[in-house]
Every structure is written in structure tokens, then in C-alpha cells.
């Protein structure tokens, strides 16, 4: 196996065998005469070969030499053509980029955008991945994620990409004919009601007015983990659903859909995309992250 000082040396012989001039394969390099002459010397001595032929006017490689120039030249050339192909990474807005969100945030925050942000950068490829719940990145292999801002961990780096969003509690009418609206968060306990499955479990329901604040365990004939699949259920008069405001308000205008308890869903952070650092940051990245970032949020944290 090649060390790193191997092919330092390697490549050394290969400037100095081209330019046949010590003092400038020196320039080339950014290194002294010296410590380029004794970086050659190094490598012969390993080799147990005669590289150079130097006198105090020329230098010239040796047939040893000659041969092994011609055998390294392609792969020296390999080695620069992936260097100069990893570098444009972080240059040009190319290569495919893994990010992990839920459907929700794909829905309202990644499609809308996204027929733009394709015909702006053909040359990026995202690839998506829809959970429910916060999500490891670095163990998971992602690029980035877009998650509500209450769930990125503090080390992250969090771009906002929506404004502040509100839940909805919802129930068709032909649910709420038969059934009396519910005045009071507690009253849900008196429904039937559709559960929003989070990753750490059914997910909680909780209400604001003023300074009270309720926490409510509903229950319900069914518990699913994506916000669109609550709507159809509710649609359907499976029950009373929570969903964002947004996905819901054609249904509730059309009133296929009756909004309650309106006064006691303030408004919660929204979604954010989060990355780990923002140190050489690939170009695709921060083309993408300019693209979804909502008004004139900078990255934060």
C-alpha cells in the first residue's frame, strides 16, 4: 500500500523529471531546492535506484527513471482528474444530495419549489427520504433534513423555511351531525379521535389560551403517522384529526371540513432545514438551502 509520503515523492520525481530543473519543479511545488532534492534522494534510496542524472547545469531522469515516469504518468493523471472532479463539488451546484423530511415538509415545503429549483440546477439530484420524527444525520448518511424547529438538535445548523404554522383540529360534517362540537380541549375526550403517530409515540395534543396550557391523551379507532392520511380519515368521518392549518383550509372553506377549538392552536415554529456544519459546504447544499430558505432567514446556531 502507497503512503501519503510515497506519492509526495512519487509526484516530486514526476515535476522534476518534466521540467528537468530542480529549481523549477521547486517553484512548481512551493517547496526549496533542498528539501526537494532530498525528497528525491529519499525516494532512491528506497528504490535502490538511479532516477536522476544530475550535473551542476542539467538534470535528466535515467532509464530506470524514464520507465518509471512513463508507468506513473497515467495514474498521477487519475489521481489529479478525481482531485479536480472532487473540488468542482464544492464549486458548482452538481452530484446528488440526500435529505431526509417527513411528508408533510415535502409537501409544503420541497414541491413547491421545486420545478424551479430543477430547471435552475439540472445537474443536482435530491434524494428524498419521508419519516415521521427527528432523524439522526450523520448516522443515517443525509446531506440535510427539514423538521419542525422544536425537534433539530442544538449542535445543527437550522434555516427556517416556512413562517410560523398553526395546527388545525378538524372533523367532517357529517362526523360532528351526530356529535356535540368540542368548546374545550377536554372535551376531545368525549370523541373519537384520529392519532398522529410521531416517532417517539402517539403524539400528544397540546393547547394554548391565554396562559392556560392543556395536554391531551386523545383516543380514538385509529393512530397513523402522516398529516395527509389524518385528513382523508376525517374526510371520511373516521373522526376528529389534527393537521396543519395549511394542508386543511381549502377543505375547511368548501366545508367538507369543520374547524374546532380555532382559540386554542397558537402558532408553532415551523419547519426548518438543518444540516451539520457549514464549513466546506457543497455548493449543491447551499444552492439548495438559498432555495427553500424562507425571506431573509440566515442560517442560525
Known amino acids: 500500500m502507497i503512503m501519503t509520503n510515497e506519492m509526495n515523492e512519487l ?5 522534476v523529471a518534466r521540467e528537468r530543473s530542480f529549481t523549477r519543479a521547486a517553484t512548481k511545488l512551493g517547496v526549496s531546492q533542498s528539501a526537494l532534492s532530498h525528497t528525491i534522494r ?11 542524472a544530475r550535473t551542476t547545469k542539467s538534470v535528466a531522469p535515467t532509464a530506470a527513471g524514464v520507465a518509471l515516469l512513463e508507468d506513473l504518468s497515467p495514474a498521477l493523471e487519475q489521481i489529479r482528474h478525481a482531485l479536480d472532479k472532487a473540488r ?31 430547471e435552475a440546477y439540472p445537474d443536482i439530484v435530491l434524494d428524498v427520504v419521508t419519516v415521521t ?36 383540529v378538524i372533523g367532517s360534517p357529517r362526523y360532528f ?14 370523541h373519537r379521535c384520529i392519532t398522529l ?23 380514538g379507532p385509529l393512530i397513523i403517522d402522516d398529516t395527509h392520511l389524518v385528513i382523508q380519515a376525517a374526510l371520511a368521518g373516521v373522526g376528529v384529526g389534527l ?9 375547511i372553506a368548501k366545508r367538507r371540513l369543520v ?14 432545514m438543518y444540516y451539520p456544519s457549514r464549513q466546506h459546504q457543497p455548493a449543491a447544499l447551499s444552492a439548495l438551502v438559498k432555495a427553500l430558505q424562507h425571506s431573509e432567514q440566515r442560517p442560525t446556531r
Open 243 to 251: 393537521a396543519y392549518e395549511e394542508q386543511v383550509a381549502e377543505y
Open 88 to 118: 468542482s463539488i464544492r464549486r458548482r451546484p452538481e452530484g446528488r444530495l440526500r435529505i431526509v423530511m417527513s411528508r408533510s415538509a415535502a409537501v409544503m415545503v420541497l414541491l413547491p419549489r421545486l420545478r424551479a429549483f430543477a
Open 197 to 219: 403517530r410521531l416517532a417517539g409515540g402517539p403524539y400528544r395534543w397540546e393547547f394554548e389560551q391565554g396562559r392556560k396550557s392543556v395536554t391531551i391523551n386523545v383516543n
Open 259 to 272: 374547524r374546532v377549538l380555532e382559540d386554542w392552536t397558537p402558532p408553532i415554529p415551523g419547519f426548518f
Open 133 to 168: 420524527g427527528p432523524v439522526d444525520l450523520v448516522a443515517g448518511e443525509f446531506d440535510a433534513g427539514i423538521q419542525l424547529g422544536e425537534y433539530i438538535q442544538k449542535d445543527m445548523i437550522a434555516v427556517r423555511v416556512t413562517p410560523e404554522l398553526r395546527l388545525a
Open 177 to 190: 351531525a351526530s356529535r356535540r362540537i368540542p368548546e374545550k380541549p377536554k372535551d376531545l375526550n368525549d
Open 11 to 15: 509526484a516530486a520525481f514526476a515535476i
Open 42 to 52: 529519499r525516494l532512491e534510496q528506497r528504490l535502490e535506484l538511479k532516477l536522476l
